[in-house]
């Protein structure tokens, strides 16, 4: 079976290991597989099988008037169309939003069928003009199948699709990647430790100020942040300006974090909003106790409240502290809570993720 992926970019983040995890998952089961990105780059940031190909179509670039943004889209609806002809799949993926609309129009009339993924909260969608939303209302219902990650976002999605479809990230940690040697040094002490890109949807700045709380009381501990972003600086100049210089450190991006999170104690997940933080299962899965804000969409539905980690109210920084601090104070709760939350591993192992999406194909 020929099977073409099409995503905005392969970069690192969930999307993009999930995407690169499902083109190796077809690729070893003897399926041609082709991912197209939109970007002017074919660099995967996660590894990609050998017999995965990769084509880049270099279609992105901003408008100064919508009536060159529409003359763009024509273009970019033409060459991918273009692509998909010259690929022939047998069935077309798209993932996140603006992607699956131009997917949608280029694939109109071949034949081929086509499923459509979102991956973040439709609410706090980057693409906020009325025209593309209105595409989407018109469009999502000629896909063949519409996934989603989670109960809250497929009720959103109530009348977009007749075949609206579950199906969570699945999640693999090897014992090779944990006992590896992390990629940055970590300092002396306990360590909770947060993920993601340094941007404001990921809640970082309330993370800090939950920390600051704690801080003065439990100085044996340090807050580790991995990632990069466009928010680095001012979450450098906040944490001077909240005097913790010697205990939160930014390690930037890394390829293997389960070599962090196991050695560290806690995972802190602050974000505003999600689709379905795969970061939040990756850190589970290696054992770490959670604590997150009961934000749209996924904490609520991956996490059992007080058994395999706790749920805090959103952007609520004095719950947020309260619990940092029991856990931190209480070594057994964190191991006991620990070992609940590695179950996850059944829960979303990549076999039984990748059943779901083969019901979809087959």
């Known amino acids: 079976m020929k099977i073409v992926l099409f995503v905005h970019a392969l970069p690192g983040g969930g999307a993009g290991r999930v995407v690169t995890h499902m083109a190796n998952y077809w690729a070893n089961a003897g399926h041609h597989v082709t991912i197209i990105t939109l970007e002017n780059s074919d660099y995967s940031f996660y590894p990609l099988s050998a017999s995965v190909k990769c084509r880049t179509l270099n279609l992105v670039g901003s408008s100064s008037s919508w009536v060159e943004g529409l003359l763009k889209n024509l273009r970019r609806v033409y060459l991918i169309r273009r692509v998909i002809i010259e690929s022939a799949p047998d069935y077309l993926l798209s993932f996140i939003f603006s992607t699956n609309i131009l997917v949608l129009l280029a694939a109109r009339f071949l034949g081929i069928p086509v499923i459509v993924s979102e991956r973040n ?116 100049q906040q944490v001077k300006k909240l005097g913790l210089e010697n205990s939160v450190f930014f390690p930037g991006c890394v390829r293997n974090p389960y070599a962090i999170f196991a050695r560290c104690d806690i995972f802190v997940l602050s974000s505003l909003y999600e689709g379905f933080p795969n970061v939040l299962l990756e850190a589970m899965a290696c054992g770490l106790p959670p604590v997150s804000f009961d934000c749209p969409s996924g904490p609520g539905e991956i996490i059992q409240q007080g058994s395999n980690g706790f749920l805090v109210p959103p952007e609520n920084i004095k719950s947020m502290k309260n619990t940092l601090c029991e856990l931190m104070q209480d070594e057994e709760l964190r191991v006991n809570i620990g070992k609940e939350a590695s179950k996850v591993r059944g829960r979303y192992a990549p076999d039984k993720i990748m059943k779901q999406w083969n019901k979809l194909i087959y």
């Open 121 to 236: 909260h439709p609410d706090y969608s980057k693409e906020n003009r009325f025209v593309w939303h209105r595409l989407r209302r018109i469009l999502y219902p000629l896909a063949n199948h519409l996934v989603v990650q989670s109960q809250e976002i497929r009720e959103w999605f109530k009348g977009y699709n007749r075949s609206i479809h579950i199906i969570g990230n699945p999640v693999r940690v090897s014992q090779e990647e944990i006992e590896s040697e992390p990629e940055t040094q970590l300092p002396e002490g306990r360590h909770i430790v947060a993920m993601g890109q340094l941007i404001r949807q990921k809640g970082f700045n309330l993370l800090l100020d939950a920390f600051a709380m704690v801080s003065n009381k439990n100085q044996e501990w340090n807050l580790i942040i991995v990632g990069t972003g466009i928010m680095k600086d001012e979450l450098l």
